[in-house]
């Protein structure tokens, strides 16, 4: 019989764990002293001393004076002092969004804050998965700042479809793909031995979302990204809800009474807006921005599509609101760039369709709607280099920084 305990303890699985600990404890809380970091790992001075004389030596860690500004580190009295805090270029993290019309792509450091990103306009549904992939994996790389190539920890792919845990894509109709390797196509795609996730892009966009901000971290958030089909992700707590088979929050398929039975993304997604816009305008080659500018115009045909968008929309909250009761709904994907122009109507409607001793949930929008599935991605990696998850643990990656022995 294989004992577990005994595997996990080992002097080397000991020390990982302590130094990912490390990590995380500085990643979450910004600057610490070294005493402030031995409370965080509950371990004496001296033995946190030797993982932080591992993590510098491995340029992952560095020291700071305390008078250096740092907004997320709390306000100390007395004579500045020496801190510890992550070395943001340590390390970078790639994340890949696969849409009908675009690949975004980002690159996050080690303190995950965006070095680079771009959207490239690109027709998914025209070429097929492997070379969609194939395109993907390599502006992610283009991403990547010069001389710290050797520092990629990784990339995560996001697309709008089902999939297993494992990156096996079931079916994403949108793009017209049905049993897919994802995780294989991606791998084939990279230098080899880089390691590799696949996640569904509106949970992608959740956990991106509640990775550096407030929101997710307590109670009931839904994630909605519109694109031309409808995601979601539920996050409860500050973890992401996936459900028994991984399809939790997928509102894009709740039917619509009113549209004879199509499913929401069919009524509120980028195509339906964009085919009735140009149907309207007469405009062949009206955009979406096109579009959001006629509704900011008040042109009477862009604003009656904008209403019914938000009749749509409103019936979908209610009805979801029904089984998780979120508190918050953050909306992301370029479709986002409507709602506040229509956000009065939507809580109209919302009020309309439910009984008033139900509450009506913040709605909010993401700061970078077209960023959020790609740069979720590049946290998922980022949140398993910080654990012992990892392809590549800590302990590995200090010993990597600082070079051959």
Not at 67 to 81: E, I, L, S, Y
Not at 309 to 327: E, K, M, N, S, Y
């Amino acid at each position: 019989m294989i004992d577990l305990a005994a595997i996990t303890s080992t002097p080397r699985r000991i020390r990982q764990a302590n130094a990912a600990a490390a990590l995380k404890a500085l990643f979450t809380h910004g600057r610490l002293s070294r005493a402030e970091l031995a409370r965080h790992l509950g371990l004496n001075r001296s033995s946190s001393g030797h993982i932080v004389a591992d993590l510098t030596e491995g340029a992952l860690v560095r020291e700071v004076s305390e008078d250096k500004p740092d907004r997320t580190a709390p306000v100390r009295a007395g004579r500045p002092g020496i801190l510890l805090e992550l070395v943001p270029e340590a390390a970078v993290f790639l994340g890949a969004e696969i849409g009908v019309e675009h690949i975004t792509t980002v690159c996050i450091d080690l303190n995950a804050d965006i070095r680079t990103s771009r959207v490239v306009p690109f027709d998914g549904r025209s070429v097929s998965a492997p070379e969609v992939v194939r395109r993907a994996a390599q502006l992610a790389l283009e991403e990547i700042p010069p001389g710290m190539a050797e520092r990629c920890e990784g990339f995560g792919l996001a697309v709008p479809g089902q999939m297993d845990v494992h990156g096996h894509l079931r079916i994403a109709p949108i793009l017209g793909w049905r049993d897919v390797d994802l995780q294989s196509l991606a791998r084939a795609a990279l230098p080899a031995g880089m390691p590799v996730l696949v996640e569904n892009d509106a949970n992608a966009f959740a956990i991106g979302e509640g990775y550096k901000r407030g929101y997710g971290r307590s109670g009931v958030t839904l994630f909605l990204v519109i694109e031309s089909g409808v995601g979601g992700g539920i996050v409860i707590d500050g973890k992401l809800f996936q459900g028994a088979h991984g399809l939790a929050g997928e509102i894009g398929h709740i039917q619509i009474p009113e549209g004879s039975g199509q499913e929401l993304e069919e009524l509120i997604g980028l195509e339906r807006l964009l085919t009735r816009h140009r149907t309207a305008s007469g405009r062949a080659d009206a955009t979406l921005g096109g579009f959001l500018a006629d509704v900011r115009d008040r042109a009477p045909q862009a604003v009656a599509i904008a209403e019914e968008w938000a009749r749509h929309l409103a019936f979908a909250i209610v009805q979801t609101g029904r089984f998780i009761d979120p508190d918050r709904i953050v909306l992301g994907g370029s479709v986002a760039a409507l709602y506040p122009m229509v956000a009065a109507r939507v809580a109209i409607y919302i009020r309309a369709g439910q009984a008033p001793t139900f509450p009506v949930p913040e709605i909010l929008v993401h700061e970078a709607p077209e960023m959020g599935a790609a740069f979720g991605a590049a946290c998922k990696l980022h949140q398993r280099y910080l654990s012992l998850e990892s392809e590549h643990s800590a302990d590995d990656a200090a010993a990597k920084a600082a070079g051959p022995a």
